[in-house]
Each structure stands twice: as structure tokens, then as C-alpha cells.
């Protein structure tokens, strides 16, 4: 049948590249090259990297069907594969909770799967079967909506780099050890965590993002993180319980971060390091730090201000600037505390690299204004800055304009804008 | 002093220039800079020093035409320069990979000759989408291929295709192995449940002629052979699944030569764990002497079989094509079509 005016332009490629475009093709389509020709019927089934998403089978309204059909497509693929099986990820909706996934696991967990993803839909939260401790390779983790209960004789997985648990019901305990048996992770990220108290112990650890209700969050030796992205809910209880102790937490937090570039605080983060002892003249310089970004902060609370101000002057190289108030307008004009200004910020502070401001959620109250005539004054290479308003109110805006005109600025080359929502 | 010498020791007095050679025989010069940017070629010159002059010119590998080679320069021309923003480097990307499909595969070819991983990542990512979404006619159509199969091939359901010979014969020999251990371990545990009960009562008996004052030493002898017995046992139950791990291992594995050099590596540990275990023990058993070298010998058996595979695979498999229908059968027992020639 060889046809010799066109030759076969790819059958005869290596198996190496071959793999590459395969993989490179939806899941469906990589299959079905098994019917181009004689050559091709065998070609994908040694493919190491296996992606059901939602194209793997057409979506339709009964949602059953299409879990039915996705079952079955998986588990008739997993049977005719050959060969290691390196990456292996589940996003799919219609996909629920079921049986067959535990024999999935046990198959890829007796072929090398090195990088795990596992997305269902919605409905019961699927138990990560006890072979799946097994996967001694497994270099990079994420789950949604599982549930996760290592074995007593869990040590970890020694070659673990990334690990994502996304609304992952796993006891503090086992978390814990879990990371800390995990030698070689670098990238940590939980989220959707209830009333957790968190230490969290990893040495080699770079990237770190939480999310969801903590009660307590500790880092022990984390020397190399670099991202550090917290978004944290305080419940009020939880507040006035850590009022009572009297350890710091901002240093608890932040003590022992020293080459941290970047910083992402959401939500009551900045309200959660504020509480405990006062602050006093930190020990810690951020010379790394160029990336502030502290949401939610509450502009009334001298406390919040003063840990912001605190990671500002503690990092001489800040380049770029991000703050989002969360202040209630209808307070008063007058604020109690100016004095504060004076004594924390002398007028000889500098920021020497600090190149780009910007602020949202501005509501006019007095300390937001003395913060930005703190920035104005304090940074001699700035040069953007945005000040977004939250009110929509002509006459507050006017009024925070106005005061803003007064403001000395330290760079020539330093630009303002005031973006208003219309 | 050669020129190579001083290209190598002296690099500001690179030459800017190298030579290579296609694969129709032709030699041309090309810029040091951007020729280095292949690893091949990179490797050529510092590992072998060629490329320095028109007689030793670099040899290309067979694939790399001279249109290949100037479509391959073309590219590293743009990418070596190092100012460029990743914006610039995907525009471009996108209009060079604008050619047909015969030169996108001959390039593909090209670049994966000259390990330029990212000429390779480029143009099997361009495959990948003229691929995507198509019908398998329209597939066949660019790409030329053979529409060989049957239309019952067609509808047929693709078979689990363990049934490689190779992994079969495999999995006998070690199915093989594997019960004569077991045997050896069923024997072996009759026997010591024997000895159990025969020390027992030789213990008791000393207890007894010996007295309370032996009483102690006595029990503590029994108690440590006892330990010995249950972690000889142990041991065995562990060499059982060892061996019974190949099997586990093979079955569905298209990368058999790793897997067979791994297994041939188990069984000598298995070899090293038998030996240790016969140290330990001072009951001393006649069968000792037989197990480690029957062992031994299975595992030669399996490692010599394991070479001839992966050596002379090609003409094995011309022994059993021709070898006639009998042997086929035997072979490929399952495979009425004799789906696996196709397979390689």
C-alpha cells in the first residue's frame, strides 16, 4: 500500500517526538490517531501524560451519562496503556465521587505517576484510597474536595515539590506531619481550611499561599521562603482569644522569612499580625522584600497601620506598593492619634526604591491621608501612583483632593492619579 | 600551536566562523555564534574540536539538509541574541513555523537531530494543532498515511498488547522461578515446624535433667531460635513478593529492557539475601547447599535470556516469523491476526 509519490510525512518520526505532539493534543484526539494506519494504532498508548478535562467528552445536560461515559473512557484507557504513566490530571466537573477512581490509583500508583490532579465536581468528597501513600514519586500534588487520611506508617513523600490542597478535609495533625515529612517542598498552597492552626515546618519551602479560616499560623524553619500569600478570616471570637495572649505575632509570623520577595496579605491578615505585643523597633530586615501587597486594611486601627509601616521601613529595596483600606467612612473626621505620625515616620525616613503606589479602597478618613503624605514625602524615585476612592460622593472626593494637593513630594518625577469609578 | 588548540584555549581569538557538513555531502560556513546554539553542534566543537576548517567540517546527522540547515540557522539567528522579550520571541515563533507540513515534519526531524529542544517543542506543538480536532480522514490526507487498516481493524477494540513476546517468555521463565521457590519454602517450612517441635522437647528435656539453674539459660536458647526461625520466615515471605514484583512490573510494559536489568538486579539481591539468611542459621540444613546455587543458576538463566532479547531481538524475531505456524501458535497464542508484527 505504500504509496510512493507521497510519502509518509510523520509515521517515521522518533517515538520521542511523536509523544510530544501526542501529548500535546487533547486526550480524545491523541486516541483516536490509534485508526490513522497500521503504524499509529499502538503510538499513544505509551504517552506519559494523561489530562481528562472537560473536552474529554462532550458535555451534555444529564450529568450522569457524561460521569458514566468519562468512567468508562478512563478506565478502558488506563487498561490499555503501556508504560509509565508520569502526569495524570482529573479537572472535570460532570466527574463525581466513585469507585473506580480507587483502582485508578492503585494502577498509577504502580507506574511512576509523579504529578497528581485531582478535580471532581460537585457532590461527595472523594477518600484518597490508602494505595495512593504508596506513590513513592510523586513530585507534585493537588487536590480538590478529597478527603485525605495517611495511614499511621505514612513517612511522607520524599520527592514532593508541590503540594495544593483545595477544600481538603485532613485532620491538623496529619497536615502538619505532612509537610514536614515532605523534605523537598518548595511550593505549599492550602485553601478552603477550617479553624486550623498551622505550623508550618519546611525547610526547603519557597512558596507558600493559605487560605481559609486559621486560628493560629506559625512558620518554623522556613528560611527560603520567597512568596509568601495569606489570605486569613479571623472569626471574632477567635480575635479576642488572641488578644488575651500576649506573643507577637507579626514577629511569630514574619521572624524568620529573610529572603522573602514578595508578600500578599488578604482579608484579617493584617489585623491577625497586629495583634499581640507591641512591635517595637524590629530586628528583621526584608532586603529582598520588592513586592508589598496588604488588602483590607483597616485605616482606623493604629495597630494595622503600625505593621504596615513596620514591613515598609523594614525593606530597604520595596519597589512596588499595593494597599487596600477597608475603613468605615462614616467615622468621624477627626481621628484620634496623629501624634503617631510624627513619632513613627520622621521626616528623614526614605524609601530609596520604592517606584510604584497603588491605593484602593481609600474612604478619606485623616490616617489614610497622612499615609499618603508620608509616601509622597519619603520616596525619591516614585514614580506612579494611583489612589483609587471607594466613596462615589463628589464632595468626599473633592475634599480628599484637596488635601492631597498640599503634599510635599520628594520625586520630580512622581505622577498621581486619582481614578475615579465613573 | 593547531588552530584548535588556540580556538580552545584562547577564546577571544575564536574563530568566528565553522564549518559543517550536510547531508548531501555539501560544506558551508556559518557563523561560530549562531551554529553554537545546537547543542550537537556545540558539542562537536568543544568535545572534538572539528568544525575549525574545511577539512574536518562538523558531519551533520543524516536527517539535516541543506534547507533544514539553513531554516535551523534561521532560527537560532533570531533566538541567540539575547536582548529580545518574550513577546518578540513568540511573534516571531508564530511566523516562521508558517510553512508546509512536509518541511514542518522534516524540520521537526531536523531540529530533534541537533537536540534544539525548543525548535522541537515549536514545531511539534504546530503538528499538534494542524492535528487537532480533525477527522481521521482529513488527518491521513495531510500526512500521507496509509489507510492500512481493515475496516473489521477498524471497528475492532484495541487489544491490551502484553501479549509482546518478549514479555511472555519472560513471565514464564519467572513464573517458573517463581514456584520452585515457593516449593522450596513450602519444604522448608515443613521442615522447620518439624525441628520446632523436636527442640522443644530436647529444650524440656535438658530443663529437666539440668534443673532449675539451666531452667533460664535454657529458655533463653530456645526463645533467640525461635526469633532466628520467625525472621528466617520473614525473610522468605519478603523474597516471595520480590519475586513475585517482576511479574507486577512486566506485565503492560513496553520498556521491558529497563525493566529486565532492574528484575535481573533484584533476583542478585534476592541471591545476597538467601546467602545472609543461611549465615545466620545454626540449624544447618542439608538443603542449604542446593538452594543458593539453584537460585543462582535460574538467575543466569533469566539474565543470559534477558541479553540475547535485548541484542538480537531483530533476528529473533526473523527466527520465529519464519520458524512457521506452529511456533506462532504457541507464541502469539491469542493473536489471530497476528497484530504484533505490526507492533514494532
Partial sequence: MGDFLDPDLISDLPQSIIETILIQLPIRDAVRTSILSRKWRYKWSTITQLVFDEKCYPTCNDRELVHKSVVEFITRLLFLHQGPIHKFHIVNASLASCPAINQWILFLSRNDIKDFNLELGEGDFFRMPSCFFGCEKLTRLELSRCELYPPASFKGFSCLKSLNLHQVLISPEAIESLISSCPLLESLSLSYFDCLALTVCAPNLKYLCLEGEFTEICLVDTPLLVELSVAMYMTDDVAEHMEQSSTCNFVKFLGGVPNLERLVGLIDFTKYLSIGNDLGHLAITYNYLETIEMYQVSFEDMKEILVVLRLITSSPNLKELHISGSSNISAGTYAAGMEFWEKECPSDSILSQLKLVKLTEMSGVPHEIEFIKFLLGCSPVLETMSIIPSMYDMECQLKMLVELMKFRRASSKAEVYFIRGD | ?344
Fill in chain 2, 1 to 344: 600551536m593547531s588552530e584548535i588548540d588556540m580556538s580552545v584555549i584562547k577564546p577571544e581569538m575564536m574563530k568566528p566562523y565553522i564549518w559543517l557538513q550536510t547531508s548531501d555531502g555539501s560544506i558551508q560556513q556559518v557563523e561560530q555564534e549562531i551554529a553554537m546554539f545546537c547543542p550537537f553542534i556545540c558539542q562537536e566543537i568543544i568535545q572534538k574540536g572539528a568544525g575549525s576548517s574545511k577539512n574536518c567540517a562538523i558531519c551533520l546527522p543524516e536527517k539535516v539538509t541543506p534547507a533544514m540547515l539553513s531554516l535551523v540557522l534561521d532560527y537560532c539567528r533570531f533566538h541567540q541574541v539575547p536582548g529580545r522579550s518574550n513577546k518578540e520571541r513568540k511573534s516571531h515563533d508564530e511566523r516562521f513555523i508558517r510553512m508546509d507540513t512536509k518541511r514542518l515534519c522534516d524540520l521537526t526531524s531536523a531540529a530533534d537531530s541537533l537536540q534544539l529542544r525548543p525548535l522541537v517543542d515549536l514545531t511539534s506543538r504546530t503538528l499538534a494543532r494542524i492535528i487537532e480536532g480533525k477527522s481521521p480522514e482529513e488527518i491521513r490526507e495531510i500526512f500521507h498515511l496509509p489507510d492500512d487498516l481493515t475496516e473489521e481493524e477498524k471497528l475492532e477494540p484495541l487489544k491490551n498488547t502484553t501479549d509482546d513476546p518478549r514479555i511472555r517468555l519472560l513471565n514464564r521463565l519467572y513464573a517458573k522461578k517463581r514456584k520452585e521457590l515457593k516449593e522450596r519454602g513450602r519444604l522448608k517450612n515443613a521442615e522447620l515446624e518439624g525441628e520446632h517441635v523436636d527442640e522443644r522437647s530436647v529444650d524440656e528435656l535438658l530443663s529437666f535433667i539440668n534443673g532449675n539453674d539451666e531452667d533460664s539459660k535454657g529458655s533463653k536458647t530456645s526463645k533467640s531460635k525461635k526469633k532466628n526461625r520467625r525472621k528466617k520466615e520473614q525473610k522468605k515471605s519478603s523474597l516471595l513478593t520480590e519475586a513475585s514484583k517482576p511479574k507486577k512490573e512486566l506485565s503492560g510494559h513496553s520498556s521491558v529492557s529497563d525493566k529486565i536489568a532492574g528484575t535481573s538486579n533484584n533476583h542478585t539481591e534476592d541471591d545476597t539475601f538467601s546467602h545472609k539468611e543461611f549465615d545466620d542459621d545454626d540449624d544447618g540444613d542439608v538443603d542449604d547447599e542446593i538452594d543458593p546455587a539453584l537460585q543462582e543458576k535460574i538467575d543466569r538463566e533469566v539474565e543470559d535470556f534477558a541479553r540475547r532479547l535485548n541484542s538480537d531481538w531483530p533476528e529473533r524475531m526473523q527466527e520465529f516469523l519464519s520458524s512457521g505456524q506452529e511456533r506462532k501458535s504457541t507464541l502469539f497464542a491469542s493473536n489471530g491476526n497476528g497484530l504484533l508484527r505490526r507492533n514494532i
